[in-house]
């Protein structure tokens, strides 16, 4: 329970992190008077930091170890708040988004390091493996709700950059948080501390597993390519979403964004008995249409009130599948492959983080930020169709 609780404590920090860019952007847009498309290079140096991180990640957790490997990741976390906290020149911000998506990476799956050693960590547990996935991922949501409520204070005033020095200070607590609880152990180590022994399963070739033949192996299970191309869309159509309030709901589109957040922590905690009662694969189906159906509302019907109780409600729809994605990847990939695969799975994931919202910035400044809903709505029914083709069970190929 300790182990966990410390990765819900980095998955807030990363809720933070990703909740506070929307009602900052206008604010950072107009600080370095650069337009859409260019504030854009945020996102894409950010998506840079993610892919780099899921694509080493592999290589470091063979080579350092899970506990190792969090607290680099933490580090990278707290040197992206520090150079973001005076207001630097527009292109040391531009590196500190780079920082911020590799360190993330590297701690845990949903936003770099971290984020696939946390997901691989939680999805190596036997005991209510499901449930914990959707609390990890719902700490995720907090952070991202509390985030926006503050970031929008300090959008409004002079020395708005101020907000990362909260987020420092949160860094540092991650850090000592992280070097206290895990002692900068190996995985295998930890969950023999909880009783649990590692699961041992090899290849049956007797080809020994080195980083190389490991990479190989992830890349010829055809389910890695569905997943990591379900997890590049769902994860921009998520972050487009609440940017979209953000550049039409005016000064007070922050709190619009912590719904968004705070219906997505919702859906992932409040629909978990639905889930295991309809069945994770069908019920990704009924959630994806329904967002549909509520995106279409916020296409149609020119109400601020409307859109932002949508946008709640979507939040919630799409809160689940992420966590639900993590899972059904544990039951897909080999054991000692699931770490390293689902680093890249979420690591290729967070890249639609950069590329959809560089594309709607691309498209909102040709066309305006109305056409932007056609392509949210596109993009959704396009998750339906690469979920059907999602494999049901493991399966390898030669």
């Not at 506070?20 to 854009?40: H, T």
């Not at 040391?92 to 993330?104: D, K, P, Y």
């Not at 694969?281 to 932002?308: M, Q």
């Not at 560089?358 to 400044?365: C, H």
Request: hydrophobic share 50%; proline share 4%.
């Amino acid at each position: 329970m300790i182990h966990f609780a410390a990765l819900c404590w980095c998955f807030i920090l990363e809720g933070w992190n990703d909740g506070s860019v929307g009602p900052l952007l206008p604010v950072i847009q107009a600080y370095y008077s650069v337009g859409f498309a260019v504030v854009s290079l945020l996102f894409v140096f950010n998506c840079c930091g993610f892919v780099i991180g899921a694509g080493i990640n592999i290589w470091l957790n063979e080579r350092l170890g899970f506990g190792k490997v969090m607290v680099l990741g933490s580090l990278l976390q707290l040197a992206t708040y520090a150079i973001q906290s005076p207001a630097p020149p527009f292109p040391a911000m531009v590196l500190s988004f780079f920082l911020a998506g590799l360190g993330m990476s590297l701690q845990a799956t949903y936003s770099g390091i971290q984020n696939a050693q946390a997901n691989g960590f939680v999805g190596s547990l036997k005991k209510n493996k499901s449930t914990k996935l959707m609390m990890l991922h719902a700490s995720y949501g907090l952070g991202a709700f509390c985030s926006p409520l503050i970031a929008t204070q300090f959008s409004q005033t002079r020395h708005w950059s101020f907000h990362y020095i909260i987020s420092c200070g949160i860094a540092v607590s991650n850090t000592t948080v992280l070097c206290a609880v895990f002692r900068l152990k190996r995985q295998e180590e930890l969950l023999k501390e909880t009783g649990q022994e590692p699961n041992e399963e090899r290849p049956s070739n007797g080809v020994a597993l080195t980083s190389n033949n490991l990479y190989r192996q992830i890349f010829n299970i055809n389910a890695v390519h569905y997943l990591a191309l379900f997890a590049f869309i769902y994860v921009g159509v998520e972050i487009v979403t609440f940017i979209i309030r953000e550049r039409d709901g005016g000064a007070s589109a922050g709190y619009i964004s912590s719904g968004f957040f705070g219906g997505l922590t919702l859906g992932r905690l409040g629909l978990i008995y639905i889930n295991k009662k309809v069945g994770e694969r069908r019920v990704v189906f009924i959630y994806v249409l329904l967002s549909i159906g509520l995106e279409i509302t916020i296409w149609f019907v020119p109400s601020i009130i409307e859109n932002a109780v949508a946008v709640s409600f979507i939040g919630a729809m799409l809160g689940p599948l992420f966590p639900i994605l993590v899972g059904y990847g544990a039951r897909v990939l080999p054991p000692y492959l699931f770490t390293g695969g689902m680093g890249w799975i979420t690591g290729v994931g967070t890249a639609g983080s950069a590329a959809l919202p560089f594309i709607t910035g691309v498209l909102a400044s040709k066309y305006g930020i109305k056409s932007l809903q056609p392509f949210l709505v596109a993009m959704m029914c396009t998750l339906v169709g690469i979920w059907a083709v999602v494999p049901k069970g493991r399966r390898i190929a030669s």
